[in-house]
């Protein structure tokens, strides 16, 4: 049992494994929050709410009620009504009024989790040990009812929330603002960490003290956004990689997001993460209701890297499905970054057959296969074979590369329409516009209106036709533009605001159906790289593409950043060529294969073109690859360098549940001078076994001292003697 009710008191206590969460309501109703952090037995922690110190009066019409509402630490803070820090629910009504109560009605305990509707969320096995609390609130004068949805994980640090609001009154209500999660922590002692970035610069560390007044990460673009990821921690100011208390944040959703942290007058902090409230309502007729996507909470006591480890295993298990969940993935080829638009039959099957003699498993048929796309200027949304480059159909194509022993995967961008298309032409009222307002093109393309079940319908029929066509089996989804303009020929006046969640609940629906019907398929999700790679979508796909940066050393920084809630196994990682496409750095190809071993892993080059050193370094490469795979894709992963304090090298490791294998990888970035080796400490083994590194089997070495004193890595040089930048190591440490 992990949830507990203490009629008495009135309050509530969550366990999930070494955390508690407590929850308290007065008598006159109101939720309060009492305690998150490090699992305590205690029943009732209701003295910290400080009740009894005057002026803090809960009661009614009492003079002091104002002061209450406005410092009282609450579970889900209403606006309006006397709490002036951020609400996480508000609303419009019928009368125009804003103002909302909400005050305990009910609750229920009971095993398992439920399913969010049409949404994704994390869900319980038989070995997870969920179990869930439902409390009701109420807020009499409007007719709504919130219920606040809490799961704890009995096996790990997690505890997730969400919201359902129900109009269970006679009035039309719109919901303006319905956040997933409120808490307020006593201290104000926080530093904040986000990921955020830009295209080809995706989830870079940041850290920042919190300070009086609001900080806040949220995206308005229609996705999660390269910008800022739905991720946020807060952690002691102390806190690093390995120590400190940390709360880690993230938001199960695909779109507009709003995560903010707000020191209070009386320096606490109230964090609050959901749909972005900016251009939001949602009109709750009597009998509807409405479902706010989940927040996943994870606490550490042990730093960073212990928060990163559970949000990876609650991932594995408990979000990712289908397939591929628990299974090494092809690897691939894609020819995105070797032709661009420019390729046609012979040149896919001349990729495919240099590929498969080297031991690459699948070729990835990018951008430009469709309509008569020769650029990215036309053809989204006319998914049929472009005959002109696909000579012979697409059934030719995928059986020459089937022949050679290798699968097939194909690029979509399925929410997409070009102005030169046949789609566009026929129905120009797909996109989504606003009538009278020239439409902003962005990538040459405009977003087709997802809110609308007959445009989903279609795309999606397009794509079974295609997917029925030939043995595909693999699938990259993109989505390359943001939102403008944001109005729906197909909703009324009174729900045009819905559409920005009504759009994610459309792309979440076809995902659905794509991968219910077509369960073989590996599905990848993209967007301009890496700007909805968020937890909403590993719902979905157990692996997404990063970055449209390949470079190797950019990868540290985007990976290392990706790896703070993400785990390893869904990050999509090629090796390309050099000079690299985004920034030109040339870097050895080994290191690349290194970096990209992290993650899903694959190339994304003209393997016919490569240099010929490189082309024959590729089975051997695969082979490491392969041999770690295993450990890389289920094991523990830990961070040892950072890239963002210390440009000059990076480290990580992967090790296996049981401690009985490691794996060290090292990246010398910039050789310094006068240093002959670099000393790094180990991390994650079992400090009472001994080890060796492979290529050592008879220097037996004490985890604790691995761990401890650590190990000197010697300085690489490169190939003329002299430089050595950029240049990587692998150790692999086995248990005697
Ligand atoms: C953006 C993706 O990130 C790339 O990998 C590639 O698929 C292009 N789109 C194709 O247009």
């Known amino acids: 049992m992990s949830i507990f009710y203490n009629d008495k008191q009135r309050s509530f206590r969550l366990d999930a494994k070494d955390t508690s969460y407590m929850m308290k309501y007065t008598e006159e109703g109101y939720l309060c929050h009492v305690y998150y952090g490090k699992k305590v037995p205690d029943e009732d922690l209701g003295y910290l709410l400080r009740f009894d110190e005057s002026p803090r009066t809960p009661l009614e019409n009492n003079r002091d009620r104002a002061t209450f509402l406005d410092t009282t630490p609450f579970e889900y803070s209403c606006f309006g009504i006397g709490d002036y820090r951020e609400a996480a629910f508000k609303i419009l009504d019928d009368k125009g009024m804003t103002a909302v109560d909400l005050r305990y009605k009910s609750h229920r305990i009971y095993k398992g989790k439920p399913e969010l509707e049409g949404m994704p969320a994390t869900f319980a096995t038989d070995e997870s040990g969920c179990e869930t609390l439902e409390i009701t609130m109420e807020d009499k004068p409007s007719g709504l009812e919130a219920v606040l949805v809490y799961t704890a994980f009995d096996k790990l640090d997690v505890i997730t929330r969400s919201v359902r609001v129900n109009n269970v009154g006679s009035r039309s209500i719109q919901l303006t603002r319905v956040l997933s999660a409120c808490i307020d922590f006593d201290t104000d002692k926080f530093d904040m960490i986000t990921l955020n970035g830009s295209w080809a610069r995706e989830r870079a560390v940041e850290r920042c003290r919190l300070h009086h007044g609001k900080q806040l990460i949220d995206s308005i673009k229609g996705e999660s956004s390269h910008q800022n990821n739905p991720f946020v921690a807060l952690c002691d100011n102390n806190t690093d990689e390995d120590r400190g208390e940390v709360f880690g944040f993230n938001f199960v959703y695909s779109g507009n997001f709003f995560a903010q942290a707000e020191v209070t007058q009386h320096k606490k902090t109230r964090f609050v993460m959901g749909i972005n409230p900016l251009d939001f309502t949602w009109l709750l007729e009597p009998g509807e209701t409405f479902t706010a996507p989940e927040v996943v909470m994870v606490h550490s006591d042990e730093g960073l890297g212990k928060m990163s480890r559970t949000f990876h295993d609650l991932y594995r298990g408990n979000l990712i499905r289908g397939e591929y969940k628990d299974k090494r993935r092809p690897i691939l080829i894609n ?398 440490f086995i248990k005697t």
């Open 335 to 732: 020819n995105w970054e070797a032709t661009y638009f420019n390729f046609d039959t012979e040149k896919i099957i001349s990729i495919a057959r240099e590929a498969s003699k080297l031991g690459i498993e699948m070729l990835v048929m990018d951008d430009g296969w469709f309509g008569h796309r020769d650029s990215d200027n036309s053809s989204l949304g006319d998914w049929f074979v472009y005959e002109k480059k696909i000579q012979g159909g697409l059934k030719y194509l995928v059986d020459e590369v089937n022949k050679l022993g290798m699968k097939f995967g194909l690029w979509f961008e399925p929410e997409m329409i070009s102005p030169d298309s046949d789609l566009y032409r026929a129905h120009p009222d797909w996109a989504i516009q606003i009538e009278g307002r020239p439409l902003t093109m962005s990538r040459e393309q405009y977003v087709l209106d997802y809110s609308n079940k007959d445009v989903r319908d279609y795309i999606y029929s397009m794509m079974r036709k295609i997917l029925d066509s030939a043995n595909i089996e693999y699938i990259k989804w993109d989505m390359n533009r943001q939102f403008t303009e944001i109005g729906s020929n197909f909703l009324p006046a009174n729900r045009q605001r819905e559409l920005w969640h009504r759009y994610v609940l459309g792309v979440y629906d076809v995902m659905n159906r794509l991968t219910t019907d077509y369960p073989h398929i590996l599905l990848e999700n993209c967007s301009g790289g890496g700007a909805r790679f968020d937890p909403g979508m590993l719902y979905y796909s157990p692996q997404i593409w990063c970055s449209d940066d390949t470079d190797a050393i950019e990868r540290l920084k985007i990976q290392h950043g990706t790896s703070m809630c993400y785990p390893c196994s869904a990050m999509g990682a090629h090796v390309s060529d050099c000079p690299n496409h985004t920034v030109g750095r040339n870097t050895p190809f080994r290191t690349r294969g290194h970096v990209a071993m992290v993650g899903t892993f694959g190339y994304e080059l003209d393997v016919t073109r490569i240099p010929q050193e490189d082309r024959d370094s590729i089975p051997a490469q695969i082979e490491e690859f392969n041999k770690y795979n295993t450990l890389v894709r289920t094991g523990d992963h830990y961070r040892i360098g950072n890239v963002f304090e210390d440009n000059t090298w990076d480290a990580w490791m992967f090790v296996s549940k049981d401690k009985t294998d490691a794996l060290l990888e090292f990246v010398q970035v910039l050789a310094r001078p006068n240093e002959r080796s670099r000393r790094i400490k180990l991390k994650g083994l079992d400090p009472d076994a001994y080890y060796y590194e492979e290529s050592e089997p008879d220097r037996k070495i004490s985890g604790a001292a691995l761990m401890n004193a650590g190990i000197n890595i010697a300085k690489i040089w490169g190939a003329d003697g002299i430089s050595g930048d950029f240049a990587s190591k692998i150790l692999h």
